[in-house]
């Protein structure tokens, strides 16, 4: 009904861009049930009688707002008290109408805001009636001042909501689809209290909630009438211990409030920061009350189904900076980061985490959403954009390597840990067009060559300061096209596809990889082409390329073994460290433990210099940096263009932790872990571990200890109804069925 309904804007002047839409609802009888259906370009608010309804945060959520928008639907029964009601849709500019950072800087959707309302009220005694936005709604100033996702709000506690006017019908949305809720509910979270409060070398004062995340800073306060509280955020102090808010780029992230001279709780209505620190600008009190600053997270409503720790303090850190990395940046769509002037659903940061992510949490309606909007904002000619919701209108012409390819990895992803076909069958379209994109592009039907990229982005091998690594990019873009095409055979045989067309594709770009990227064995330098025309050094063996060929199996199995001792030499050689980017860092540490190099791999993940997992773990990291070395040995920052402390790419590293050293595997023809096979690698140097995972069948748990001899006792739980092969690193294969299980070896 919600689609009868006529959006609603405002044509009038109003000294706040926040506007409240209200009506007065009369209620004419005895109610049973009463349901509102609500929907703003924007974000907003429903307060009905002065109660605000539900515990929504930034509703309706970040579609694709050209196409699509999700409403909400509260049950508000028990709000309509009186027989004159007050409805009231408190609106502010969200993603809609405020600043999101596109290719050109430029705000994208709209220039006003619009709400759109349905309530269906049911009295006692049978009578319907449906209340429709429309004519008759009349419009106030709100007194959030102006509020933008990047840059913060302004709130005048002492203003009073004037009257502006009329509000009019809006029928420039008129093309947007109204779709029911999707995704999870974005709401308040975590509260954290504050840590400290430091006065830093400048004199400025500083509180330290202690940890980096997305949210927003809840104050109590009882100022006098008019007085200013002024906040700044950061995620990090310099090396001098001030205050650094560079890396937010053009963000502003400044919340401003005017007190009332009452009890406030400050807080802001429309927009969340990224940070750790704030900075009292201005605050009319000497005296600072720590217990009067709380850090409140937001994110989506997933559903928290992963658990693990081990022996090691500093694994069991970088495990608690992946979950915070994961819930900051889990705010209705996938981000690259929640701080910066950008926060947007860049596909290639969603592919390299999302397995990573469905062990954390239970994110398939969370990727459902967002796969939905890949859907509507996929090209004509099949290109997935850079970015999604796509904001920005990228002018990519085809799909970035690892960054289009999220149409394909992310359902299978998604599938694979849920157990979910309608994952795949929704986006079987989308993902099939994204093949036939590539199939399409440039002079080599079987591989993908020349397209835009951003390579193995931000890895070490290029060279200091770059942000394209050094591998070969239409090498890494060929080897997915291989991979994404495997899949697509995995895909039909799970929708009851015919597999054919795929599997000959397959065999093709596989043939056509071997014969442009490989010799005797090794990766080759293909001469003529390299996608990314920067002024690099253009490698071909690499510690990417050979992780990602080993573990797409581009190769003969007999080349299996020069090729992993080729990626252990170049490891050893950068004294057992990292060099990978974006691409490579998800598979390098897989790509030795399935060749027989597991101790190579915990070797890496255990590394305490940069680049290493552990490096900013040990520099007090409490999210996953940007980059390896945000932060140098010496106390000083990557360039301030392009450096976030909470980007959770390299966090992705936890599906190997729980995949190989812990070892619960899901089984492609027992997707969502009814089938598994369990495998650990257990090393000393963890001493124990303990994942688990509560799967829609139950609780899968692998834990394993090192007595005080050499003998190691596993402890591994199996839901009723699954089943788990067991195999140990002595060999032995066992067959578990649903249980609690303890073996000792
Ligand atoms: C983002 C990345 C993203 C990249 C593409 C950056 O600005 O923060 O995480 O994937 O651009 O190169």
Redesign the pocket.
């Known amino acids: 009904m919600i689609q009868k309904a006529s959006w609603i804007w405002s044509p009038h002047a109003c000294e706040s861009t926040a506007l409240i839409f209200a009506k007065n609802i009369a209620r004419r009888g005895r109610i049973k049930a009463a349901t509102a259906y609500v929907s703003a370009m924007g974000v907003y608010e429903l307060n009905i009688n002065g109660r605000r309804v539900g515990d929504a945060v930034l509703a309706p959520g970040w579609t694709s707002y050209k196409k699509r928008v999700q409403y909400q639907r509260y049950d508000v029964g028990e709000y309509l008290t009186d027989a004159e009601n007050e409805f009231c849709v408190h609106c502010g500019k969200g993603w809609a109408m405020g600043l999101v950072r596109g290719e050109d800087r430029r705000r994208v959707y709209v220039d006003h805001l619009s709400v759109v309302v349905a309530l269906h009220l049911c009295y006692e005694d049978g009578r319907e009636e449906w209340v429709l936005s429309g004519e008759g709604w009349q419009v106030y100033s709100s007194q959030v001042l102006d509020s933008e996702i990047y840059n913060g709000e302004t709130q005048d506690l002492t203003a009073e909501s004037r009257y502006i006017g009329e509000a009019a019908l809006d029928t420039t949305l008129a093309g947007v689809e109204l779709i029911p809720q999707e995704g999870e509910w974005i709401k308040e979270q975590e509260r954290l209290p504050a840590k400290q409060m430091i006065v830093t070398p400048k004199g400025e004062r500083v509180i330290d909630f202690g940890q980096n995340l997305a949210g927003y800073v809840e104050i109590r306060i009882k100022g006098r009438r008019g007085e200013r509280v002024v906040l700044s955020h950061a995620e990090v102090l310099d090396g001098d211990g001030n205050f650094y808010t560079d890396n937010y780029r053009d963000a502003k992230n400044k919340m401003q409030y005017i007190l009332s001279g009452g009890e406030d709780v400050l807080k802001p209505k429309f927009t969340f920061q990224g940070y750790r620190y704030i900075r009292l600008d201005e605050f009319p009190q000497k005296e600072i009350r720590l217990t009067d600053f709380t850090s409140v997270a937001v994110y989506s409503d997933m559903k928290r189904i992963g658990d693990f720790s081990c022996g090691n303090e500093n694994i069991n850190q970088l495990y608690r900076n992946i979950i915070w990395g994961q819930r900051s940046n889990f705010l209705d769509i996938p981000t690259?980061?929640p701080q910066r002037d950008?926060r947007l659903g860049?596909t290639?940061?969603a592919e390299v985490f999302c397995r990573t992510a469905a062990i954390n949490y239970d994110v398939t309606r969370f990727f459902k959403k967002w796969l939905g909007d890949m859907r509507a904002e996929q090209k004509e000619n099949g290109t997935v954009p850079?970015v999604i919701p796509d904001c920005s209108g990228f002018s990519n012409k085809s799909p970035a390597v690892a960054?289009g390819d999220a149409a394909i990895i992310c359902p299978w992803e998604i599938y694979l840990a849920s157990g979910d076909r309608s994952v795949l069958e929704q986006n079987f379209d989308m993902m099939a067009r994204h093949i036939e994109c590539i199939h399409a592009f440039g002079d080599e039907e079987f591989a993908y060559m020349g397209g835009t990229h951003?390579g193995d982005?931000l890895a070490m091998d290029a060279g200091e300061g770059l942000?394209y690594g050094a591998t070969q990019t239409d090498l890494l873009a060929t080897a997915y096209f291989a991979y994404t095409t495997s899949l697509m055979v995995k895909v039909c045989k799970v929708l009851g596809k015919d597999t054919v067309y795929y599997e000959t594709l397959n065999k093709n770009i596989r043939a056509c990889f071997r014969r442009l990227f490989m010799e005797n064995g090794l990766p080759k330098l293909y001469p003529k082409y390299d996608a990314l025309a920067t002024n690099r050094p253009v490698k071909a063996v690499t510690q990417t390329s050979l992780s990602v060929i080993l573990r797409f199996g581009l190769c003969e199995e007999s080349e299996r073994e020069r090729l992993a001792s080729t990626l252990v030499r170049l490891i050893r050689d950068n004294g057992t460290r990292l060099t990978t980017g974006?691409i490579g860092t998800p598979h390098i540490l897989h790509a030795l433990s399935e060749n027989g190099y597991a101790d190579v791999a915990y070797d890496l993940l255990l590394q305490e210099k940069s680049p290493s997992w552990l490096y900013s773990v040990l520099h007090g990291a409490t999210t996953i940096w940007?980059h390896w070395d945000s932060i140098k040995e010496d106390g000083s920052f990557w360039s301030a263009d392009?450096n976030?402390f909470n980007?959770y790419?390299y966090g992705s590293v936890y599906d190997w932790i729980f995949g190989v050293a812990a070892g619960i595997q899901i089984c492609e023809d027992g997707a969502g872990y009814e089938k598994m096979v369990i495998a650990p690698h257990p090393d000393r140097r963890l001493g124990h571990i303990n994942a688990s995972i509560d799967t829609k069948f139950g609780v899968v748990r692998s834990a394993w200890v090192y007595g005080d001899g050499e003998e190691i006792t596993y402890e591994i739980t199996v839901p009723q109804g699954c089943l788990a092969t067991l195999r140990l690193p002595s060999g032995k294969q066992s067959e578990l069925e649903g249980g609690h299980h303890i073996i000792k070896e």
């Open positions: 690259d980061c950008e860049w290639g940061d850079h960054w951003f982005w942000y974006f940007e392009m976030s980007h790419a």
